[in-house]
């Protein structure tokens, strides 16, 4: 995204669009496919954007249709226990309430192995949400590499990119007509 916020109108959230798809596009040497933003569906298909992961309403990738039932875009869906933000943070969206706090970052190693094993065990996913200013320090920088490290121990674990996700699911579960 351009700024951390969409703008209403249509016209300047384009510009944003466009402009942040061609300095991202730049610095990646390709195309763009993915967003994790809240742009309008129809202008990000424009776009050749063809998976966003904005959401969090449900635990596995699926394919979410426009208002007229059709332009399928899949969602790579995260979860607010998996996003840095909501533990690093102190006052996290100008909230009020006094008793939010910094956690330790082995309380949350705890949370997030629990997520994961949990996910396992199901045959399941899990997307964080990591700011590299939020997490991007050195303490929450090691916990992280302890986790990805725990996690390699246990067969079949895989660490694709959104993208490289994507294509997975595009390949082997491609939108078939119905919501999946």
Same mark, same amino acid.
């Given at each position: 995204?351009?700024?951390?916020?969409?703008?209403?109108?249509?016209?300047?959230?384009?510009?944003?669009? #466009?402009? *942040? /798809?061609?300095?991202?596009?730049? $610095?990646?040497?390709?195309?763009? &496919?993915?967003? !994790?933003?809240?742009? #309008?569906? *129809? /202008?990000?298909?424009?776009?050749? $954007?063809?998976?966003?992961?904005? &959401?969090?309403? !449900?635990?596995?990738?699926?394919?979410? /249709?426009?208002?007229?039932?059709?332009?399928?875009?899949?969602?790579?869906?995260?979860?607010?226990?998996?996003?840095?933000?909501?533990?690093?943070?102190?006052?996290?969206?100008?909230?009020?309430?006094?008793?939010?706090?910094?956690?330790?970052?082995?309380?949350?190693?705890?949370?997030?192995?629990?997520?994961?094993?949990?996910?396992?065990?199901?045959?399941?996913?899990?997307?964080?949400?990591?700011?590299?200013?939020?997490?991007?320090?050195?303490?929450?920088?090691?916990?992280?590499?302890?986790?990805?490290?725990?996690?390699?121990?246990?067969?079949?674990?895989?660490?694709?990119?959104?993208?490289?996700?994507?294509?997975?699911?595009?390949?082997?579960?491609?939108?078939?007509?119905?919501?999946?």
């Amino acid at each position: 995204m351009w700024e951390h916020e969409v703008p209403k109108d249509p016209v300047i959230e384009d510009a944003h669009l #466009t402009r *942040a /798809l061609a300095a991202l596009e730049t $610095v990646a040497g390709r195309p763009i &496919t993915g967003t !994790r933003s809240s742009h #309008t569906p *129809a /202008l990000l298909r424009q776009k050749g $954007v063809v998976y966003n992961s904005f &959401t969090s309403a !449900r635990t596995m990738p699926f394919y979410e /249709l426009d208002a007229e039932g059709g332009n399928p875009m899949l969602q790579l869906p995260f979860h607010y226990a998996l996003d840095d933000a909501m533990y690093f943070s102190f006052g996290w969206l100008a909230t009020p309430n006094a008793a939010q706090r910094i956690l330790d970052v082995d309380e949350i190693f705890d949370i997030w192995w629990a997520a994961f094993e949990h996910q396992y065990k199901r045959g399941g996913y899990l997307n964080f949400l990591l700011h590299p200013f939020v997490s991007g320090h050195a303490m929450r920088v090691d916990m992280i590499e302890r986790l990805i490290k725990r996690m390699r121990t246990l067969p079949g674990v895989w660490f694709p990119t959104c993208g490289a996700l994507a294509e997975h699911i595009f390949t082997h579960h491609p939108y078939r007509g119905v919501e999946e």
